[in-house]
């Protein structure tokens, strides 16, 4: 069964500090893999998606790694600002076209 | 102004009555989704539609159904038979359902049975 899960559940950061998020997926045949920002109450907005051959991509302050041989990703925040208050969301496509979403990790930044 | 739009943003129902979801978009987009949010879960598939006048189940159907008569439109029916009904439901939609095309989500409408 095609599972993803996203590590920590929670998190609570400090305006400016940096942060790693996590994110394991057993899809097979994989195709891609995408981060997206969940803020409250919102739809899901794409930060950058990552393909078997990329090992890292920035958005800004944003930057996602892939492991295709671990089946590992994660999300880098840098100085994290207030706005980054959300829901992050680890997306895992397979090569037959289906998308299978991760529980997402719910990131607090206090001033 | 290209988007995808969802409406109502809120909506309140009373147990056994049926109710309608909205969502459009104008982004020419041939694929169209249907999600639902439930607190510290994530996103399940409903129903999906590649194009117009076709749609599938996805892996949460029972109790909801969907048309797709306009590519621009795909509204969801929660109907009586969905037993848990109260939830966050997002609407997508992307380019022709190949590997890398990104999903672009409405704002949402959250549903609440009294």
């Known amino acids: 069964k095609n599972q993803v899960e996203q590590s920590p559940q929670s998190l609570i950061i400090l305006e400016g500090k940096n942060c790693t998020l996590q994110?394991?997926?057993?899809?097979?045949?994989?195709?891609?893999l995408r981060w997206y920002k969940q803020d409250t109450g919102r739809g899901p907005v794409s930060l950058t998606i990552?393909?078997?051959?990329?090992n890292t991509k920035s958005n800004g302050r944003y930057t996602a790694t892939l492991d295709a041989d671990t089946k590992q990703s994660s999300l880098h925040i840098t100085a994290s600002q207030l706005s980054d208050s959300a829901s992050y969301i680890c997306?895992?496509?397979?090569?037959?076209?289906?998308?299978?979403f991760g529980d997402g990790t719910t990131l607090t930044v206090k001033p | 102004d290209g988007g995808i739009t969802q409406s109502p943003k809120y909506l309140f129902r009373k147990e056994g009555q049926n109710v309608t979801l909205s969502c459009e978009q104008n982004?020419?987009?041939?694929?169209m989704y249907w999600y639902r949010q439930d607190p510290g879960q994530g996103l399940r598939l409903i129903y999906y539609?590649?194009?117009?006048?076709?749609?599938q189940k996805g892996d949460i159907a029972e109790g909801y159904s969907v048309s797709r008569e306009k590519k621009e439109s795909f509204p969801l029916t929660v109907t009586s038979a969905q037993k848990n009904p109260t939830a966050f439901y997002l609407c997508?939609?992307?380019?022709?359902?190949?590997?890398?095309?990104?999903?672009?989500f409405g704002p949402g409408t959250r549903l609440t049975v009294l």
């Open positions: 990552m393909t078997f051959s990329e």
């Open positions: 997508a939609s992307s380019l022709p359902v190949t590997t890398y095309n990104e999903q672009f």
């Open positions: 997306v895992v496509r397979s090569n037959a076209g289906k998308s299978t």
């Open positions: 539609s590649q194009i117009v006048n076709d749609f």
């Open positions: 994110c394991n997926y057993t899809v097979s045949p994989f195709s891609n």
């Open positions: 982004l020419n987009h041939d694929a």
